[in-house]
């Protein structure tokens, strides 16, 4: 059976090509692609399909907030595919050519392989992933890479099973997420890349396992600072494992050496094995910002445009899609608001004579981390 895509609606008008007159009048998007108050490029998008999830990580929905009787939003308040595809759309013409696929966790949405066989499909899409905790992927792989995607990022925080359901919630078990890498590689969704989130008395003996577990695998393990994302993680500065401790523990018994970067933007620091078997990443928005090279743009679920991680909200583009405006208005709100965008919460953090949390926040769920 084929993947059914998506029409994109009567009022899409595809890729626009000359730009869209930003404030003032300036072009925020053309050859040169669209800039925000800092300089920065607009280069990926990240799209949330869902604020549910089937685990219950405390860094990100902690099970005591996110019950059995939690309210999550009701379909009706969550953009269709068509809305995801039709904003897409408008956002790749403004530069953007990295798509992925986030939550909650994304694999919960139903028919999810429509979709991304519809984003595969936007001309200037160069790279399309997913993320997701990989539990139902052993189902989904094959649909999936059949449809256009052609990565995955998965989460792994611990090997050992006690930790792991300490950093799910009680949800899942390892070897659920590492029958989904396995499953995402026979589909050939790779480079696949593992993500762990490091939390200071929880999992920092699990580091050197989980390298010693993906060395010589071909898949990316990356460590992740403990981060302070929206208000309900219970963050506290003294669980942060610097990066540097992450990378000084490995290289004492498996030798690295640093990597320049892929490409202009790349949030992760790359660290290659020196004997060849492999890198890993880390992602250290703590003790190393990056906000200076942030080309991120985020959709959340209920069609809000965010652009930082620990914004305090964002842009509501549902309400004018479901209005009836014109692509070329929805395509003035996007770029106004990514050209006025000013968001460096990171530094901003790091030149405080100590981290702190900084009142109401979008939480990670919602946008997808």
Excluded at 2 to 29: F, M, N, Q, Y
């Amino acid at each position: 059976m084929g993947i059914r895509r998506l029409s994109g609606g009567p009022t899409d008008s595809g890729r626009p090509t000359d730009g869209v007159a930003g404030p003032g009048g300036a072009v925020g998007a053309g050859p040169a692609g669209l800039r925000d108050a800092r300089g920065r490029l607009l280069r990926d998008l990240r799209l949330s399909v869902t604020d549910r999830c089937n685990f219950r990580c405390p860094y990100c929905m902690p099970a005591e907030v996110f019950g059995e009787n939690y309210r999550f939003l009701p379909r009706k308040d969550i953009l269709r595919f068509e809305e995801i595809l039709r904003l897409a759309r408008l956002f790749v013409g403004l530069g953007a050519e990295k798509l992925r696929i986030t939550g909650g966790e994304p694999l919960v949405r139903a028919d999810l392989p429509a979709l991304v066989a519809s984003l595969a499909a936007i001309p200037g899409v160069r790279d399309l992933a997913l993320t997701t905790n990989a539990v139902l992927l052993p189902d989904q792989a094959e649909r999936l890479a059949e449809a256009g995607l052609q990565r995955v990022t998965t989460s792994l925080d611990s090997l050992r099973p006690e930790v792991f359901a300490r950093m799910s919630g009680g949800r899942g078990q390892p070897d659920q997420v590492l029958a989904g890498i396995a499953a995402a590689e026979r589909a050939g969704l790779t480079p696949l890349k593992v993500n762990c989130v490091v939390q200071r008395g929880v999992n920092e003996d699990d580091l050197l396992p989980l390298a010693r577990h993906f060395r010589g695998s071909g898949h990316i393990l990356r460590f992740i600072e403990f981060m302070d994302v929206g208000t309900m993680n219970g963050w506290a500065l003294d669980e942060v494992v610097p990066a540097r401790e992450i990378v000084d523990r490995i290289d004492a018994e498996l030798p690295l050496e640093p990597v320049d970067p892929n490409y202009a933007g790349e949030v992760a620091r790359r660290y290659r094995y020196r004997d060849g078997s492999g890198e890993i990443g880390v992602i250290a928005s703590v003790t190393q910002p990056f906000c200076g090279g942030c080309t991120r743009a985020r959709l959340s679920a209920e069609g809000e445009l965010v652009t930082c991680l620990f914004a305090k909200g964002g842009r509501d583009l549902k309400t004018p899609l479901r209005d009836g405006l014109s692509d070329e208005t929805l395509l003035k709100i996007i770029t106004g608001t990514w050209s006025a965008r000013t968001d460096r919460y990171s530094e901003e953090r790091s030149e405080r004579t100590g981290p702190r949390k900084a009142g109401e926040r979008i939480e990670m769920y919602r946008i997808g981390g």
